[in-house]
């Protein structure tokens, strides 16, 4: 089974700093994708940044960056200059034709 | 706006009783996925269609029944309802696998 871990129920950080979110996951596959959602308070679900496995360098979008350990199985959210903005549901998702998603970090930025 | 287009935004009924979301995907895309989830839960996925035939089964309910018409819109059949099946369902839209999702906004289904 394909399953993903999400350790952190729930974190709080300071506007302007960085915050990291962890995400494991188990598969037997060799390729896939790896995916962090975003999901505010108005329940959309906002796709923050994508990862190919089969790709060794760390995706990057603004100022969300992960640091993807394949053998580990390790998929982490790095969030910088953390804004207000950025409270939210953050949910990790991997797969190839369906995905598989983590139960959720909920990421409160205060002033 | 993701371009994926969910009606309706709400629906109340009462256990026992069917009813039918529906999804219009992104122009293009010939994937949609069905997503449930449940208060303070991650989604659960429930059924893929690519192209009007069903590529991957998830945790679908067999009194949850799915479809993709030729237009590519997509209906998702609830029926025999319980009050654990209210919940917020998504659907989402990708060009093929492998490709992100693109979501919609969400049924919100209250069973009562």
């Known amino acids: 089974a394909q399953t993903v871990t999400q350790s952190q129920p729930e974190m709080s950080v300071q506007e302007a700093e960085t915050v990291t979110l962890s995400c494991t996951y188990d598969?037997?596959?060799?390729?896939?994708?790896l995916f962090w959602y975003k999901q505010p308070p108005s329940r959309q679900m906002i796709l923050v940044i994508r990862q190919e496995a089969y790709k060794q360098q760390n995706a990057t979008e603004n100022r969300f960056s992960v640091n993807f350990q394949k053998a580990a199985k390790s998929f982490s959210l790095k969030i910088s200059d953390s804004q207000l903005g950025d409270t939210a549901m953050y949910f990790c998702?991997?797969?190839?034709?369906?995905?598989?998603f983590g139960k959720g970090t909920s990421l409160l930025v205060t002033p | 706006d993701s371009g994926v287009t969910q009606t309706p935004k709400h629906l109340i009924t009462a256990t026992g009783q069917r009813v039918t979301l529906r999804c219009s995907p992104r122009s293009g895309d010939l994937s949609v996925y069905w997503y449930q989830q449940s208060l303070d839960q991650g989604l659960q996925f429930l059924i893929q269609?690519?192209?009007?035939?069903?590529?991957a089964k998830g945790n679908i309910l067999e009194r949850f029944s799915a479809q993709q018409f030729p237009d590519l819109h997509s209906e998702l059949n609830l029926s025999s309802l319980e009050l654990g099946d209210s919940a917020l369902y998504f659907c989402a839209s990708s060009v093929k696998g492998y490709s992100p999702l693109h979501f919609g906004n969400g049924t919100r289904l209250t069973v009562t």
């Open positions: 598969t037997s596959e060799n390729n896939y994708y």
């Open positions: 998702a991997f797969g190839g034709y369906a995905l598989n």
């Open positions: 269609y690519y192209n009007g035939e069903e590529r």
